[in-house]
């Protein structure tokens, strides 16, 4: 496996992590990373669970600070400092004021709730139905990105297929009109697309989003990707990382970026 960046992942600050941070750095390295950047999670108005995802983003910050401060780990080894933001368009106001407010190296924009109720649970397909819920999960995607654009990454795009094995079935061609339009918002406003591993983690072949999706980024005029593994616990840091250069390769891609002071850095794949 070539040495990537891991630019997706989790750590006690997250409502649903509770590794320690210095794990998740010092497991990193020993899975062979070229450098990370955590990105714990502020979902505000999490509906099914209030303020479960209420990120304390200065505890987060001074727990990082203390750490990439000291001598714990090769100072060779870069971690860098993000936030992944659960968009609902209510809250773009919200997030604009948190987002300046903070000197965040790199900030993911996802979908985690569509109407109130978050795809992982169950009811989410009992009241929209498989095919249903996912467009209408599609839809969501483009109001937020409409919505709000302080972000530089789309997280896990097709991230709903993760929790139905029907909508697993689902070719892009279902819905290859709304995806097209998201793709269309990302590239005109600079946003780079996320090839996020943590697909493999739940039975899935391809990452997400799925091939023909990031070979349709590329054919639309995408030149931005970025890799995560959404890991959340430590054996989870480097799932499908072995896969990551061949998908980038069959999409047409020689090089990924990581971003640092809210600039993309490039990579160039071996």
Same mark, same amino acid.
């Not at 890991?231 to 020689?254: M, P, R, W």
């Given at each position: ?7 997706h ?7 649903d ?31 099914s ?8 983003i ?19 080894f ?14 773009a ?13 790199f900030v ?19 009241k ?7 467009? @209408? ?28 094995d029907e ?8 819905y ?45 005029g ?8 959404d ?24 090089s990924y970026?990581?971003?640092?002071? @809210? ?5 160039t794949?071996?």
């Open positions: 496996m070539n040495k990537l960046w891991n630019n992942m989790h750590c006690e600050f997250s409502g992590s509770d590794t320690p941070m210095e794990d998740m750095i010092t497991s990193s390295i020993k899975a062979g990373m070229y450098g990370i950047t955590l990105t714990d999670h502020l979902d505000l108005d999490y509906y669970s209030p303020h479960r995802f209420d990120l304390d200065d505890s987060y910050r001074k727990h990082y600070d203390s750490l990439t401060d000291s001598s714990m780990y090769n100072k060779e870069e971690v860098l400092w993000g936030i992944e933001l659960g968009l609902q368009p209510h809250l106001e919200k997030h604009e004021e948190i987002i300046s407010s903070y000197n965040f190296d993911i924009g996802s979908t985690h709730q569509v109407d109130k109720i978050d795809p992982y649970f169950p009811e989410y397909f009992e929209f139905g498989v095919k249903g819920g996912v467009r @209408r999960f599609f839809e969501v995607t483009a109001e937020n990105i409409e919505a709000y654009k302080n972000f530089d990454s789309y997280g896990h795009l097709d991230y709903i297929i993760r929790y139905s909508a697993k079935k689902l070719p892009y061609e279902e290859s009109d709304i995806i097209n339009e998201i793709l269309a918002l990302l590239i005109d406003r600079e946003k780079a697309l996320e090839i996020n591993t943590g697909a493999f983690k739940f039975g899935l072949k391809e990452p997400n989003p799925c091939i023909a999706t990031i070979k349709k980024y590329k054919e639309m995408g030149k931005l990707i970025t890799l995560g593994s890991a959340h616990k430590t054996e989870q840091i480097g799932v499908g990382y072995d896969k990551i250069s061949g998908i980038l390769k069959e999409c047409g891609f020689n970026f990581t971003y640092k002071n @809210r600039k993309p850095i490039e990579y794949i071996g």
